[in-house]
Structures are given as structure tokens and as C-alpha cells.
């Protein structure tokens, strides 16, 4: 008797095949010597061909993303449009602008001129100042505080006339 490799049956011994699966015992024999005396796949190289191809993808996603970010950070700036010439106005404007102090509005050659003529100038405080463009020059008013010759503080208002170039031309009126 002999047993079948497939589904265990006993079967009588010089049957070839299996009367219960119909195997035949001479090809499953000779199948599954074929088996035995080949040479195994290592499946090490197939791993390592699929690793190979992992590694590969991800330094191909790696170069495509430096090589956008290089791109983006060293491309070279667009540099801004040029700036229309100024107008006779504007430029106008930006003269009168820079006889002023940008601190506190008080026109800075006025201001010297009357610190010049205090008995303290220690004691200026700046109020206010307002200017009329009257083409060939400006009037500047000028309100300010200091100490008089008594030691009070009194407030005072200068008026004069001053050149486009921030020079005073001449004091117009002086007085409270």
C-alpha cells in the first residue's frame, strides 16, 4: 500500500495513480523531485532590486524638488519699473519740504534766527509754524514759548519772509 501525497488515501501498491484524486504518482514524483533539485530564487536579490527602485524614486523626487526651490530662490529679481520723472510741482514741493524740521514742523533757519535774538535760548519751545507759498518765496509764521528778560515765559509769534532756498530774507513782523 502506498498513500497519496495529495489527499492521504491509501492506495493499493502498484496503482499509479490515486483512485479518490486522480493524482498520478509517477509525474507528482517526478514534479516534486524537479522542484527539490532546482536552484532557489534568493529572495534577497528581489528585495534588494525593489529596494534599488525605492531608493532610486525617492533621489529622483528629492533632485526635482531642490531643483524647484533653486530655481525659485536664484532666479534673478525683476527689478521695478522706473519711476516717472518728477513734475516741476513735486519738485517744488520736496525744496520747500526740506527747510522744515521733520521732528516738529518749525522751520530750521527761522528757528535758528530767533534763538539768536532770546535772552535764553535755552528756553525755546517750538508751537507751531505755517508757511503761504507766494511763488518767489514764502511767508513762514512761526509761534513759539522762551523766557523773557525776567524769567517768565511768554509766547511770541515771528513772522518773515524766506527764499525758496531756506534762507530768511527779512523779519516781517515780531510780537505777541
Not at 20 to 28: L, M, T, W, Y
Request: one cysteine or more.
Amino acid at each position: 500500500m502506498s498513500e497519496c501525497p495529495k489527499c492521504g488515501f491509501d492506495a493499493p501498491g502498484g496503482d499509479a495513480e490515486c483512485p479518490r484524486c486522480g493524482i498520478v504518482f509517477e509525474k507528482f514524483e517526478a514534479r516534486k523531485n524537479k522542484t527539490r533539485d532546482a536552484t532557489p530564487v534568493k529572495p534577497l536579490e528581489s528585495e534588494s532590486a525593489g529596494e534599488k527602485i525605492r531608493v532610486f524614486t525617492f533621489l529622483g523626487i528629492m533632485i526635482c524638488f531642490l531643483a524647484f526651490f533653486a530655481w525659485n530662490n536664484f532666479r534673478p529679481e525683476k527689478s521695478p519699473p522706473p519711476k516717472p520723472p518728477k513734475s516741476a510741482k513735486e519738485i517744488r514741493a520736496e525744496r520747500i519740504a526740506r527747510q522744515f524740521s521733520g521732528w516738529d514742523g518749525s522751520h530750521i533757519n527761522l528757528t535758528e534766527r530767533i534763538k539768536k535774538t532770546m535772552n535764553d535760548p535755552d528756553s525755546f519751545k517750538h508751537e507751531e509754524t505755517r508757511y503761504w507759498d507766494k511763488g518767489d518765496f514764502l511767508i513762514v509764521e512761526t509761534v513759539f514759548r522762551g523766557r523773557n528778560a525776567f524769567g517768565g515765559m511768554v509766547r511770541n509769534r515771528v513772522m518773515a519772509k524766506v527764499g525758496l532756498n531756506g534762507r530768511v530774507l527779512e523779519i516781517m513782523y515780531q510780537g505777541k
